[in-house]
Nanobody, 111 residues
Framework: QVQLVESGGGLVQPGGSLRLSCSASERIFRINTIAWYRQAPGKQREWVAGITPNGVTSYIDGVKGRFTISRDSAKNTVSLEMNSLKPEDTAVYYC?????WGQGTQVTVAS
């Protein structure tokens, strides 16, 4: 049974925007902090942003002011709005909650 499904990755030019979505099962969505991680080629997976069940958000320093994480309780979905994208944001982005990981979605920032 798939618990987390990401969507929304793609290729974008520097300075552009993308919106990632993580669709979660209702049980997972309702009681867990949901986070986005990313893994660039040759690097370790890193935490990017998280949102608690009551909507408290947190971000890694390098994305503050550019990325916004939000949750939609009607759709059991957590989104990551990414603006002013930089080549160093290129990575596979993963949604995570409790014991579960999504399959990942590729984000490529290049001219």
């Amino acid at each position: 049974q798939v618990q987390l499904v990401e969507s929304g990755g793609g290729l974008v030019q520097p300075g552009g925007s993308l919106r990632l979505s993580c669709s979660a099962s209702e049980r997972i969505f309702r009681i867990n902090t949901i986070a986005w991680y990313r893994q660039a080629p040759g690097k370790q997976r890193e935490w990017v942003a998280g949102i608690t069940p009551n909507g408290v958000t947190s971000y890694i320093d390098g994305v503050k002011g550019r990325f916004t994480i939000s949750r939609d309780s009607a759709k059991n979905t957590v989104s990551l709005e990414m603006n002013s994208l930089k080549p160093e944001d290129t990575a596979v982005y993963y949604c995570h909650a409790w014991l579960y990981w999504g399959q990942g979605t590729q984000v490529t920032v290049a001219s």
